[in-house]
């Protein structure tokens, strides 16, 4: 066996050391993430069912008044501290971080997908509720998108691939 130089091994313990973090980091980003979609989710959903679909859809639209958005940001805000469970600072630090970066991915995603049209065409609160649902998903694989797995949902009467169905 050949001796290595100690550079290679020191920058071979540094890579899995960044890997680790970069690995824990993700983990975190993604909880952290989940938690500010949950709590925007939520406090759409409970405007939708106060009949406010206007005040959403001006939200989603990013034409709602100041006034208005600052509330919506708050209650959500407000939920997404009692979701994380930190305190103090820590916690306005990740509200402070984490809430503007998903209402903007999720505003991305509701013009991109087509969605605000769909809310505007169909204003009843049953059909607003599903297009919510609909706007959360395609939010989150914005969010956290799939790592290269190639893995997707599939319907349920869905033919499943060969590899996957037992053999005669």
């Given at each position: 066996m050949k001796n290595r130089p100690i550079w290679i091994t020191?920058?071979?313990?540094?890579?899995?050391?960044?890997?680790l973090a970069a690995w824990q980091t993700g983990r975190l980003f993604r909880k952290a993430a989940a938690a500010a979609l949950d709590s925007v989710q939520e406090v759409l959903r409970a405007e939708v069912k106060k009949g406010n679909i206007r005040l959403v859809q001006d939200f989603l639209t990013d034409k709602a008044l100041p006034a208005a958005?600052?509330?919506?940001?708050?209650?959500?805000?407000?939920?997404?501290?009692?979701?994380?469970?930190?305190?103090g600072v820590l916690a306005s630090n990740v509200v402070g971080w984490i809430l503007p970066f998903v209402v903007e991915q999720l505003i991305k995603v509701a013009h991109r997908s087509g969605v605000l049209d769909k809310l505007k065409a169909h204003p009843t609160v049953?059909?607003?509720?599903?297009?919510l649902d609909e706007l959360k998903k395609a939010a989150w694989?914005?969010?956290?998108?799939?790592?290269?797995?190639?893995?997707?949902?599939l319907p349920d009467d869905a033919?499943?691939?060969?590899?996957?169905?037992?053999?005669?």
């Open positions: 020191l920058l071979g313990n540094m890579t899995k050391a960044t890997g958005r600052a509330l919506l940001l708050e209650r959500m805000a407000a939920r997404l501290l009692v979701r994380i469970g930190l305190r049953a059909d607003s509720l599903t297009r694989k914005t969010l956290v998108p799939d790592a290269g797995s190639g893995a997707e949902l033919e499943l691939p060969r590899q996957l169905t037992a053999k005669p």
